[in-house]
């Protein structure tokens, strides 16, 4: 098997807050639109990654996932987004915290989403 890419569909009630997160806060852009259709969606690109979104209030409510963004340049990324969307910095681990595994790891959230920044 050869596999290319993991692409993860999220729902969310309504997709602007999903943009707000993954273009707006951590440099996403849309790839593919159809925000203004019945059913909107839209494909966020950023460096080799790929995110479908989804407005759709019924799988929104069942699904709250949780992704890891692997990175070499954790400080950078932390300093961005801190500084640009501190709404989102999760409370439990709203700064660059040493694991004890071993990796460095500062999370955020929105109402749909948690994401962990890591880096090893």
């Known amino acids: 098997m050869d596999f ?3 692409v993860p569909n ?10 707000k ?4 806060c951590l440099g996403f852009v849309i790839g593919h639109n159809e925000i203004k259709s019945d059913q909107p969606f839209c494909v966020l690109n950023n460096d ?9 209030a019924k799988l929104a409510k069942e699904h709250n996932p949780e992704f890891r963004f692997v990175t070499k340049n954790i400080e950078e990324v932390y300093e961005r987004v801190s500084k640009s969307h501190p709404e989102f910095l999760h409370p439990n681990l709203k700064e660059i ?6 990796a460095k790891e500062f999370a955020l959230r929105d109402e ?5 920044i890591q880096q090893w």
């Open 48 to 56: 080799g990654l790929s995110i479908y979104l989804f407005e759709h």
């Open 10 to 19: 999220v729902y969310y009630v309504n997709i602007t807050n999903g943009l």
């Open 4 to 6: 290319q890419q993991l």
């Open 21 to 24: 997160m993954f273009s707006d």
């Open 112 to 116: 749909q989403v948690c994401i962990i």
């Open 97 to 102: 915290t040493l694991r004890p595994w071993g």
